[in-house]
Structure formats: structure tokens, C-alpha cells
């Protein structure tokens, strides 16, 4: 069986993962752990953890539990002013790394309560923040905060050196196809790729290496940005060349919800720049692959996995690339 290791944090790994376990593949998904908002942030602060809620989130997105477990660990505790809002899946996480020390020795319980089709991996069992370096050359340190500044980010870096979990660079090691997946550029994808030796690892791999990129940009992080530039941005950190496949979308969307996304929120459709690419010497795989769920454009999870599916099994058969 193929295997499969994919890169992210978050909604944008997890919407993914909905669609790639249902293939014949060994999946493992590796998950950021620095996110420092919200429930998980709270958490954090009081257990002096890693951030729990992207591992939550991935989990059940990996899971083969039926809808009314599925609904009962994404229950957030809203009336209760002592449990603050907290999800129990984070509530459940918590726990058992308050109970055994570690996400080693944690997901393992979790994965067998909810019938997890592959494996997840924290990217470090290290309690770090992020820090952005903003063009004014101002530390924003945490990811909430980050994400929150109306200043643009020229830099990612961790607080501290973070040693990185070794099963992650054994997987890499055996891997057929490494995937970065889409989401937040500058607080899901990039922080994997801060560390050294997990960046050798990357390289060294025999796996071709793919992106998913983003439908849409993000005000202070990707503004005006093309498909090629979400490329260069991640190898500014990879290293130049390094990836190989990209998965993009090449279908303009028209409805009353980009104009939202658009006038309210600052985010504008990613353009397909074929040629900047080829010249880049990419593979290119475009086709129609977003959604609208619950009023929201996502990826199309079935979609987008065929498509992985299929450069895995045969490569890629079209004319979009040298």
C-alpha cells in the first residue's frame, strides 16, 4: 500500500483528510501544535502544553465514528461560564496528556475510541509559540496574534529550537508521496518547515513532494498572491525547487459569496498562473475543486483526493506540464 505523508493544521488539513481516507493509501497526517487562541489556547496556558485543538480537529476528521459520537466530541461546553466555551475533544485530549505526558503515549487511546483510519502525528511534543516578524521588523509572538495583525509578515520562526517528533521523520523516510497541504501559509504549513533536520528529511525522502494550494488569499499573509507565489513562499523556507506536483484550481467562481469573501474579508480567488509555473518547472494537476458548505468555499474533499489518489497510482497524463 502506498503511503502517504501530508503536511498542515487545522481546517484546511482536516476538510482533506475527509476525502483521502477513504483511499487504499497508509495515510499519516502530521499536525502543527502551536496554535495559542481560543479554547486551545486557554488550555495550554493552564496545562503547559502543546495547542491540542488542530490534533482534535485532524482526529475526527481521520475518524470512522458515526455522526452522534462525531457531534458529541464537537460540543462546546457555551453555557458554562467555568468550562469557557471549551470543545470536548479538546476537553478529552487534555486529559489524557494530563494523564500520560504525552501525545506518543495520548493518541493512541483517542485513536482507538474513535476508529482512526491512518495515523496523526504533532509535528514536536514541544510547548513553543510562533513568532512573525513583521516588515517593520516588530516581534508578534503567537499564532492568534499573528493572524490577528494588520501588519504584513516577511518572517515565521518558533520562541525557541523544537525537537521534532521522531516517528515524523521516520515517515518521511518510507513515504511515496509528501503533501503540504492547504490552509494558512504562515501558521499551518510553514511551521513545519522550520527545523533543519525535518527539512533534510523532506529532501532526502524518495517521495515527490505536493502542494495543495489555497483557493483563496489571506489579508497579511498572501495578498495578491498567484498559485506561483504560494509555491515560492514555501520554498523560501524548503528550499528552492523542492516541490515537485502542485494541485490548483482553474475553474472562476461567481456567486454572492466571493463578493462577501471579497468586499468583507479581503480575500480574493488565487489566479492559475500556468506559465510562471512551468517555468518553474512544476507539474501542474488544475481542475475544479472547491465546494460551498455551510456558506463557506472548501476544497472538494473527494475531488482533490482522487486526484492525489491518481497522480500516486499512474502520474500525471496531461498538458499542463513539461
Known amino acids: 500500500m502506498k503511503k502517504i505523508v501530508i503536511f498542515g493544521g487545522g ?16 495515510l499519516t497526517a502530521v499536525v502543527s501544535v502551536s496554535d495559542n487562541g481560543g479554547s ?25 465514528c458515526d455522526s452522534e459520537i462525531r457531534d458529541l466530541m464537537n460540543y462546546r461546553f457555551t453555557k458554562s461560564k467555568t468550562l469557557g466555551n471549551h470543545s470536548l475533544k479538546n476537553l478529552l485530549l487534555t486529559a489524557l496528556l494530563d494523564l500520560k505526558g504525552n501525545f506518543d503515549t495520548s493518541l493512541p487511546v483517542i485513536e482507538k475510541l474513535l476508529d482512526i483510519k491512518g495515523k496523526v502525528l504533532p509535528l514536536t511534543e514541544d ?3 510562533l513568532v512573525g516578524i513583521t516588515a517593520d521588523n516588530k516581534k508578534l509572538i ?26 515524523v521523520l521516520e515517515a518521511v523516510k518510507k513515504a511515496d508521496l509528501i503533501i503540504f497541504s492547504s490552509g494558512s501559509l504562515i501558521t499551518s504549513i510553514i511551521p ?16 515527490k513532494r505536493m502542494y495543495i494550494c489555497n483557493l483563496f488569499t489571506q489579508p497579511g499573509e498572501t495578498d495578491d498572491f498567484k498559485v506561483s507565489d ?40 488565487v489566479p492559475l498562473d500556468i506559465e510562471n509555473l ?45
Open 142 to 167: 503567537g499564532e492568534e496574534q499573528i493572524t490577528k495583525s494588520k501588519k504584513k509578515i516577511v518572517k515565521i520562526e518558533y520562541s525557541n529550537d523544537i525537537i521534532v517528533n521522531p516517528k
Open 230 to 269: 504560494h509555491l515560492k513562499l514555501l520554498e523560501d523556507y524548503l528550499g528552492e525547487s523542492t516541490i515537485d506536483i502542485v494541485i490548483a484550481n482553474n475553474t472562476k467562481m461567481n456567486s454572492s459569496l466571493v463578493k462577501k469573501y471579497e468586499t468583507e474579508e479581503q480575500k480574493d480567488q
Open 192 to 207: 513545519h518547515l522550520l527545523n533543519a533536520n525535518l527539512n533534510q528529511a523532506i529532501k532526502n525522502s524518495k517521495a
Open 40 to 64: 486551545t489556547g486557554r488550555v495550554r496556558k493552564d496545562y503547559n502544553i502543546p495547542a491540542v485543538g488542530d490534533i482534535s480537529k485532524v482526529l475526527l476528521a481521520m475518524s470512522d
Open 11 to 26: 481546517s484546511g488539513l482536516s476538510q482533506l483528510l475527509k476525502g483521502l481516507k477513504l483511499f487504499p493509501i497508509d
Open 278 to 322: 512551468k517555468a518553474m518547472h512544476k507539474i501542474i494537476i488544475a481542475d475544479k475543486i472547491y465546494k460551498i458548505e455551510n456558506n463557506v468555499y472548501r476544497h472538494d474533499e473527494l475531488k482533490t483526493a482522487y486526484l492525489i489518489f491518481s497522480y500516486l497510482m499512474d502520474g500525471v497524463k496531461n498538458d499542463l506540464h513539461d
Open 127 to 129: 510547548n513553543v509559540n
